[in-house]
C-alpha cells in the first residue's frame, strides 16, 4: 500500500545539520575565522563583494565560510542579507580620478604622468605551485616587505583624460540625470548605458569573462587596447546637511577599467577612439577588463555597428549575468515537478497508443492491398517491390 | 457637365519623399501617386535607392522629409469608417496604427524567402499564420486555405505538414507569396521577387505572379533592377538613378521609347523577349 | 501578535516599503486583468525559481490576522512548501493550516486546489516565466509591443503545429489564457486540468514572478479562455482510474510507481481534498 511522503520537514532539518558538519570538516583541525578569509582569501571577498553589490569585507568573507567557499552561494546569501538593509543615504559619484593608487597600468603608453605602477599582481608570475606555502613556511621571516605598500601612492590623471585633450577619444558627459537604479526597480528593455553598466557591475565574473573573450576572437569584434587599468581605495562622501562641503565616510577599494577601442567614425563624426568601461568593488581586474570589452560591444547600436554577435545583444547579455538569478532558477529544475511531468506522461501515452492504431490500421490495408494484387515477381529484391513502396508511402503521408 | 472617373482612386501617394544616409545614397524628391489595382515597378541598378524607397513607402523606415499617405477608407479596413476614404499620413499615425495595417492591410514580400517565413514552422502555419492574426479560429478552414493557397502558387498541397527548409529556394519564395496573399492585401510590396533564383525558375514564378496579380486585381509596388521582370508584371514604371526618379510613365512607352539617357542605356543593355 | 517574529526582521520579512510598492503594482495589475506589471523585485532569501514572486506577493498581503496555506504541486508536505510556510511562521507568525477551507491566503506552485475557493480566500502564484510569448519570442522589448497591439496570432501558430503534428494540442501545462478577452496570460505551469478553475473565479488570483519581476492578477468573476480552435476545442485530461486513496474522480491525479516492475497507482496530487475524502469516508 502507498503511503503518501510526509516528514519534508525532518527530511529538512537533516539536510541542514548534514551541511552544516560538512561546511565544518574534520574537528580535529581548528574552525577557521572569518577573519582569516577575509585577510587571506581576499580576493574571494572582493568577487563576492563585487557581485553581491554590498561593500562589506567582512560580511563577505562570513558568506564565504557558511558557504564552504562556494562563490556564487556566499554572492547570494550576501545580497539576500543586503536587499534588507535600510537606504540611509545616497554617496556623490566616486571619484576614481582621486584614487589613492596600488596598481595603475596601461597598455597605450609607454611612460604616463604618475607613471606605469605595478603593484601587487599575479601578472609575471611563474604558475608553479608553492610547496613552501604547502609546509607553512611564513613569508615574512624570509623575504622583505613590499614597497609602496604602506602609503600607497599619490593621485594621478586618467591616461584618457589625455587623450580627450586632443579630441581622438569620445568624451563622456555627465547630462546630470538621475540614474536608474537596478536594486530598486525592474529592468525595462532597452536600458541605457547607465543601467548597463551596473547590470554588468553585478555581473557574474566567469560569464562576463566568456563574452568579453568571444569578442576578440571575432564575435563583435572591437579592436580593443587597455587605456588604463587602475586600483586603490576611494573615498566614499555623502552630502550632509549642515556642512558645507561633502563628508567622507570611509575609504573602499576599487578596481577600473578603461578600454580605448577604434571606430571608424561616420558621415558626422569625424574618426575618433571610443570607450568601453570597467568598474568594480574591490581587486577585481579579470572582471573590470571583461567588463569594459562588453560595455564598448554593447555599444554597438548607440555607434551604428551591425549587430551580429551574443556579446552585442544587450537583452541577452544583460538577462542573464546575474549569478543569483541564473544559479536560483537552474536549481530550480530541483524541485518537484510531478503535476506537469504527469500532464506530460499523459499526453505521450495518448500519443503514442494513436501512433500504434494507426500503424496497424496502415499494415492491415497494406496486407489488404497485397493480398488482392498479384505474387511479386520472382527473384525481384526488396528495392523492386512495388507494394512495399507503395506501403512505405502511405505511412510517410500518415505521418 | 459630369466627367466620367477615368483614373481608379489613389491608394498611396508619396509627397517629396526624402531619406538620405549621405550625399546622393539614399532616396530624395520621390513624388508618386499608385492608384487601386496598378502595378508599379520601380527600376533601377543596385545603389539607386529603390530598395531605401520601398522600406520608406512600406512603413519600415521613417523619411528625413516629406510623406507617405495610405488612403484607407474600404470597408474592414483598420484605417478608418467604412466607404469612408480616409488619408492616413504614415508617419503621423501611432506605431500601433501602422503594424496593424502591415498585419492586417498590406503584405511585404522579401528578397530572400527566409526573411518573410517563419522556418520553425509547417508551411500550413505559414500560409495560416496571418489569417490566424485576423482571428480566424477553425483548424480545418485554416487548413483548407492552406492548401488551396498552396495549390494557387504551385505547390504539392500534400506537403501542407513539411517544414521550409524541406522546400527549394523558388518553392519557399512560393510559399512566401502564398503567407503574404492569403489574407488578400489591399497593397502588396515585393523587393526583387525573383532575385537569387535560376533563370527557368525565375520564369515559371513570374508567370504565376503575373496570374495572381491580374485574378486578384492586386495593387503592388515592385521593386526591381531586372527590366524583364518590370515589363512582364508593371503597368507603370520609375526609373531611379542615385535617389532620385529619371524618368516615369506607362512600361511600355518607357521601355520601347525611352527618353532619359539614362533609362536608354538601360533598356540597351538587355535583351528584350 | 508579532511575537513568533525573528528580531531583525520587519513582519513578513519585506519592509513597509517594498510591500507597499508591491500593493500598489497589485492594485494596477488587478485594474488591468492579464497584464504583466514590472515591480522593483527584491533578493528573498530563498534563491530566483523556487517561489520568490509568489512569497512577496504574499508578504505583501498578509496580516497579522491571515491563515496561511502553502502547498506545491498540490501538496502541503513537499519540501519546498513546507520550506516556505515554515518562513512565514518565522517572519510573519501567522497561523497556518494544510486546510484550504481555512485558508485566508493561500501560496501555491504548479496547482489551483481541488475545493472550489471563495471571495474571502486569496490565491497566490508562483511563476518562473510569465511571459506566454516568450518562446516564439524571446525578445522583451517586442513581446510588450506584441502585447500592446494584442499580436496574438503566432500563439495559435503554435497551436496548429501541435494539432499538424500530433492531432492534438499538445500543450499539457502552463496553457496560455486569454483574460478578459484581452490579454494573452500563462496561467503558471498549472496543468491545464486546471485552467477552468481560473474562469470566473470567487477568489482573487495573484501571479508573482520573482527574478523577471512582473506580477500579473485575475481579479474575481473575470472571464479566462483557454486559447483553441473551434473544431479543436481545448480539453481537459481526464483518467480512466479514480485515485486509489479516497477514491475522486474530479481531481488531478499524480502517477506513483510502486515497485520497480513498473507498477503504479493513480492518487490525488491535492493532499488536503484526498485527506478530507478519506476522512469523511472514514
Known amino acids: ?399 | 457637365m459630369k466627367r466620367p472617373q477615368l483614373e481608379r482612386p489613389a491608394l498611396l501617394e508619396a509627397r517629396a519623399i526624402q531619406r538620405l544616409y549621405g550625399p546622393g545614397k539614399g532616396c530624395e524628391e520621390i513624388d508618386f501617386t499608385l492608384h487601386q489595382g496598378e502595378v508599379l515597378g520601380i527600376v533601377g541598378e543596385s545603389g539607386s535607392g529603390k530598395s531605401t524607397l520601398l522600406r520608406v513607402l512600406s512603413g519600415l523606415e521613417a523619411p528625413d522629409r516629406g510623406q507617405v499617405v495610405y488612403h484607407a477608407g474600404e470597408a474592414g479596413s483598420v484605417g478608418g469608417s467604412p466607404g469612408k476614404d480616409e488619408a492616413l499620413d504614415l508617419y503621423a499615425i501611432s506605431e500601433a496604427r501602422r503594424r496593424a495595417l502591415l498585419r492586417m492591410e498590406w503584405g511585404l514580400v522579401h528578397q530572400n524567402p527566409r526573411d518573410g517565413l517563419r522556418l520553425g514552422v509547417s508551411a500550413g502555419a505559414n500560409v495560416g499564420e496571418r489569417l490566424m492574426a485576423l482571428g480566424q479560429r477553425h483548424y480545418g478552414e485554416l487548413r483548407a486555405a492552406g492548401q488551396d493557397w498552396m495549390g494557387r502558387v504551385e505547390l504539392d498541397p500534400a506537403r501542407i505538414d513539411d517544414a521550409p527548409q524541406t522546400f527549394s529556394g523558388g518553392m519557399q519564395q512560393r510559399l512566401q507569396i502564398a503567407r503574404t496573399l492569403v489574407t488578400q492585401p489591399r497593397l502588396v510590396f515585393m523587393d526583387e521577387p525573383t532575385g537569387g533564383l535560376d533563370v527557368s525558375v525565375q520564369a515559371r514564378l513570374l508567370d504565376m505572379l503575373r496570374t495572381l496579380t491580374r485574378e486578384l486585381g492586386l495593387s503592388v509596388i515592385l521593386v526591381t533592377h531586372d527590366l524583364a521582370v518590370a515589363r512582364l508584371l508593371a503597368h507603370r514604371l520609375m526609373v531611379m538613378r542615385r535617389g532620385r526618379v529619371v524618368e516615369a510613365g506607362l512600361t511600355d512607352q518607357i521601355l520601347d521609347d525611352p527618353q532619359h539617357p539614362y533609362t536608354q542605356l538601360l533598356v540597351s543593355s538587355v535583351l528584350t523577349p | 501578535m508579532n511575537t513568533a517574529i525573528d528580531s531583525g526582521y520587519n513582519f513578513a520579512y519585506l519592509d513597509e516599503q517594498t510591500k507597499r510598492m508591491i500593493r500598489r503594482a497589485l492594485l494596477k495589475a488587478v485594474a488591468i486583468p492579464g497584464y504583466q506589471v514590472p515591480f522593483g523585485g527584491r533578493e528573498m532569501p530563498m534563491p530566483y525559481g523556487w517561489g520568490t514572486g509568489g512569497m512577496q506577493l504574499t508578504a505583501s498581503v498578509l496580516g497579522a490576522d491571515d491563515t496561511l496555506k502553502v502547498i506545491d504541486q498540490g501538496a502541503d508536505d513537499t519540501t519546498n512548501a513546507v520550506s516556505i510556510r515554515a518562513f512565514f511562521e518565522r517572519v510573519a507568525g501567522v497561523e497556518t493550516t494544510t486546510a484550504t477551507a481555512q485558508a485566508s491566503v493561500i501560496q501555491t506552485r504548479h496547482r489551483i486546489p481541488e475545493k472550489t475557493l471563495r471571495a474571502d480566500q486569496i490565491l497566490i502564484f508562483q511563476v518562473p516565466i510569465p511571459e506566454p510569448l516568450r518562446f516564439i519570442e524571446p525578445s522583451e522589448e517586442e513581446t510588450r509591443v506584441m502585447h500592446a497591439l494584442e499580436e496574438y496570432g503566432v500563439m495559435h501558430v503554435k497551436l496548429y503545429e501541435d494539432i499538424a503534428h500530433h492531432g492534438h494540442i499538445a500543450t499539457t501545462y502552463a496553457y496560455p489564457v486569454k483574460v478578459d478577452g484581452r490579454y494573452v496570460m500563462d496561467p503558471s505551469p498549472i496543468p491545464k486540468f486546471d485552467n477552468p478553475k481560473l474562469h470566473m473565479s470567487e477568489a482573487l488570483m495573484l501571479f508573482g514572478a520573482g527574478r523577471e519581476k512582473r506580477l500579473y492578477a485575475i481579479p474575481p468573476h473575470t472571464r479566462v479562455e483557454s486559447l483553441d480552435f473551434e473544431d479543436h476545442p481545448f480539453e481537459i485530461q481526464a483518467w480512466d482510474e479514480p485515485c486509489a486513496i479516497c477514491g475522486a474522480t474530479d481531481s488531478y491525479l499524480d502517477e506513483v510507481i510502486i515497485d520497480d516492475q513498473g507498477a503504479r497507482m493513480f492518487v490525488c496530487s491535492d493532499t488536503d481534498y484526498c485527506n478530507s475524502r478519506s476522512e469523511e469516508k472514514a
Open chain 1, 1 to 399: 500500500m502507498y503511503v503518501a511522503v510526509k516528514g519534508g520537514e525532518k527530511a529538512i532539518a537533516n539536510a541542514h545539520r548534514w551541511m552544516a558538519d560538512r561546511r565544518r570538516g574534520a574537528r580535529d583541525q581548528r574552525e577557521l575565522e572569518v577573519s582569516q578569509v577575509q585577510q587571506q582569501l581576499g580576493l574571494a571577498v572582493d568577487r563576492v563583494m563585487a557581485e553581491a553589490s554590498l561593500y562589506d569585507p567582512e560580511l563577505a568573507a562570513l558568506a564565504l565560510k557558511q558557504a564552504s567557499g562556494d562563490t556564487v552561494e556566499a554572492v547570494f546569501l550576501l545580497r539576500a542579507y543586503r536587499t534588507t538593509l535600510p537606504r540611509l543615504a545616497e554617496t556623490l559619484p566616486v571619484d576614481t580620478g582621486a584614487m589613492r593608487i596600488e596598481r595603475r597600468i596601461s597598455a597605450t603608453f609607454k611612460d604616463v604622468p604618475g607613471g606605469q605602477v605595478l603593484g601587487p599582481t599575479y601578472d609575471y608570475t611563474h604558475r608553479l605551485l608553492d610547496f613552501m606555502l604547502l609546509a607553512g613556511v611564513e613569508v615574512e621571516t624570509d623575504t622583505p616587505a613590499p614597497q609602496g605598500a604602506e602609503e600607497g601612492l599619490e593621485a594621478c590623471p586618467q591616461i584618457l583624460d589625455c587623450l580627450n585633450h586632443e579630441g581622438l577619444i569620445e568624451r563622456e558627459e555627465d547630462d546630470g540625470s538621475e540614474p536608474y537604479d537596478i536594486t530598486r526597480d525592474p529592468p525595462d528593455f532597452p536600458v541605457d548605458r547607465a543601467t548597463r553598466l551596473q547590470m554588468l557591475a553585478r555581473g557574474d565574473e566567469g560569464y562576463l569573462l566568456a563574452l568579453g573573450y568571444s569578442t576578440q576572437r571575432g564575435y563583435g569584434r572591437n579592436h580593443p587596447f587597455a587605456g588604463e587599468i587602475r586600483q586603490g581605495a576611494v573615498e566614499v562622501e555623502i552630502e550632509v546637511e549642515g556642512f558645507d562641503g561633502p563628508v567622507c565616510v570611509g575609504e573602499i577599494a576599487m578596481s577600473e577599467c578603461q578600454m580605448i577601442n577604434q571606430f571608424a567614425g561616420s558621415g558626422d563624426t569625424a574618426p575618433q577612439f571610443t570607450r568601453g568601461y570597467g568598474l568594480a568593488f574591490g581587486r577585481n581586474e579579470r572582471k573590470t577588463m571583461a567588463m569594459a570589452l562588453v560595455d564598448r560591444a554593447l555599444r554597438a547600436e548607440e555607434l551604428g555597428e551591425p549587430i551580429q554577435s551574443p556579446a552585442q545583444q544587450a537583452e541577452f547579455v544583460l538577462a542573464h549575468a546575474d549569478s543569483v538569478e541564473a544559479s536560483g532558477f537552474v536549481s530550480h529544475l530541483k524541485l518537484p515537478h510531478y503535476v506537469d511531468f504527469q500532464s506530460e506522461l499523459e499526453l505521450i501515452r495518448r500519443l503514442r497508443r494513436e501512433h500504434a492504431e494507426r500503424t496497424a490500421a496502415t499494415a492491415e490495408a497494406v496486407s489488404d492491398t497485397q493480398a488482392a494484387s498479384a505474387r511479386p515477381a520472382p527473384g525481384d529484391g526488396d528495392k523492386a517491390d512495388p507494394e512495399k513502396t507503395q506501403a512505405k508511402n502511405v505511412q510517410e503521408n500518415v505521418r
